[in-house]
């Protein structure tokens, strides 16, 4: 995805869903969590586990996130071995996250294709934070 074009996303986007959010202080996903809420986001978590992090209640799955929200940008922190199958499940929801976003280090060019097959955008490899710090001083 062009710098412009994630300019544009980070900027329209006011919900961000993140799936496979820790409660676990020390993890990537609950330090770009803070971030996102520091910058004005609203996040929303999605773990198995449920309860609460960082004071947002935890969805136990995507599709009730998706019902309770409508979701600009959905960023997974899952492992790439599993983004084949998230893609075929983000596809089927009623009321699909605008924009997908997967995080530094994790890719898969079948869910890509799967994504992007269904018109959604998609950005794969790439730390919303570290972008969100680059483009939007």
Known sequence: MEDLRKKEILEQSKIIAIYGLSNDPQKPSYHVAQYLIQAGYKIVPINPKGGEILGEKVYPTLEEA???YD???LDIFRKSEALPSLAQEII???NKPKYIWVQ???SSIQAKEILTNAKLEYEENS???LE???LIP
Request: charged share 15%; aromatic share 0%; proline share 0%.
């Open 132 to 134: 969100h710090q680059r």
């Open 71 to 73: 979701i600009d940008i």
């Open 104 to 106: 530094l280090g994790l």
């Open 66 to 68: 998706t019902n309770a």
């Open 127 to 129: 730390c919303i934070k």
């Open 92 to 94: 089927t929801l009623q």
